[in-house]
């Protein structure tokens, strides 16, 4: 079974400071991990991901994200927030030895940006 | 210019009513699926298929009903049965359902409200 946990539902940052969404999951093998980033009544938009060789994964707008195996965590992260980076952002998981198995998500942070 | 084309935007019925959601994808993405998404509880997978007029059933299908006759198109039918289909529906496709490190491109969901 694979499983993702997000274990904020809110986080807050004031414009310019770094940021951080948390993630951690459960595999039984190796995982594929994924993050997207969802606006208001959008769908999901991929924004980086992590198979295998660096652990700090670059994505797009900034994002970069920290895969720790001995943690089970990729978290998301970015050196300086903007207020358009407010959304939502879900986290998911894969893993890479079972037969078959279509991505998990987690519930989702909010991430709020004030100016 | 390639993507997931959900119609309609929003959707009203009446109880008792079965609805028909429209998906349809120009990627040439051979695996395409239907996620639910309820404030709180992140996407849950109602129906998934990596081939066309072959469909497997997600972690929620009872209630739904979808097909698949064309690459192209993966409608999904909302039937009386559905205790609580007020919900947004996300469509999504990836290049192949056994490429496990291929990403899922979403399109902009319907919004379906039936009272």
């Known amino acids: 079974a694979q499983s993702v946990a997000q274990p904020e539902d809110q986080v807050n940052v004031a414009e310019g400071n770094p940021l951080t969404v948390k993630c951690t999951y459960s595999v039984s093998g190796n995982p594929y991990l994924f993050w997207y980033v969802q606006y208001p009544n959008r769908g999901l938009q991929f924004l980086l991901k992590y198979i295998t060789g660096d652990n700090l994964v670059k994505g797009s707008y900034g994002f970069e994200a920290e895969f720790n195996k001995s943690q089970t965590s990729f978290h998301l992260k970015k050196p300086s927030a903007l207020v358009s980076d407010s959304a939502l952002y879900f986290c998911?998981?894969?893993?890479?030895?079972?037969?078959?198995?279509?991505?998990?998500f987690g519930k989702g942070t909010m991430l709020l940006v004030s100016p | 210019d390639g993507g997931i084309t959900q119609s309609p935007k929003y959707l009203f019925r009446k109880e008792g009513q079965n609805v028909t959601l429209s998906c349809e994808q120009n990627?040439?993405?051979?695996?395409m699926y239907w996620y639910r998404q309820d404030p709180g509880q992140g996407l849950r997978l109602i129906y998934y298929?990596?081939?066309?007029?072959?469909?497997q059933k997600g972690d929620i299908a009872e209630g739904y009903s979808v097909s698949r006759e064309k690459k192209e198109s993966f409608p999904l039918t909302v039937t009386s049965a559905q205790k609580n289909p007020t919900a947004f529906y996300l469509c999504a496709s990836s290049i192949d359902s056994g490429a496990k490190n291929s990403p899922l491109h979403f399109g902009n969901g319907t919004r379906l409200t039936v009272t």
């Open positions: 298929s990596q081939i066309v007029n072959d469909f």
């Open positions: 998911a998981v894969r893993d890479v030895n079972s037969g078959y198995s279509t991505l998990t």
């Open positions: 990627l040439n993405h051979d695996a």
